[in-house]
Nanobody, 123 residues
Framework: VQLQASGGGLVQPGGSLRLSCRAS????????AGWFRQAPGKEREAISC????????YYLDSVKGRFTAYRDIMKNTLYLQMDNLQPEDTAVYYC?????????????????WGQGTLVTVSS
């Protein structure tokens, strides 16, 4: 049972990236799943959680309108589309599966963390 995140890289301010998080060993659609990030010297923070039903919840005001979290059931994969990236978005991005049935912003509620993918926004 694991999640594998990918898609990070170096991008200029205003650019876009799409992160992927492929699940193996379980059906991702049965669980809420979240995206988090951790910048150097800072605590891990919740970005969004994709619900088991329709829609996603966003926890960071700074990404609302720029980031879109969704899943592809057929590919068993979670995605984070990030547009208009800014230097303050630079961080290691993680995906994880919620332990319960509802979305939460608390990292302690999540398990099966992916290894993280680095996003660097710089000119």
């Amino acid at each position: 049972v694991q999640l594998q995140a990918s898609g990070g890289g170096l991008v200029q301010p205003g650019g876009s990236l799409r992160l992927s998080c492929r699940a193996s060993g379980f059906t991702l659609g049965y669980y809420p799943a979240g995206w988090f990030r951790q910048a150097p010297g800072k605590e891990r923070e919740a970005i969004s959680c994709v619900k088991t039903g329709v829609g996603s919840t966003y926890y960071l005001d700074s990404v609302k309108g720029r980031f879109t979290a969704y899943r592809d059931i057929m590919k068993n994969t979670l995605y984070l589309q990030m547009d208009n990236l800014q230097p303050e978005d630079t961080a290691v991005y993680y995906c994880a599966r919620e332990s319960g049935v509802d979305c939460s912003a608390d990292p302690q509620s999540y398990k099966n963390w992916g290894q993280g993918t680095l996003v660097t926004v710089s000119s």
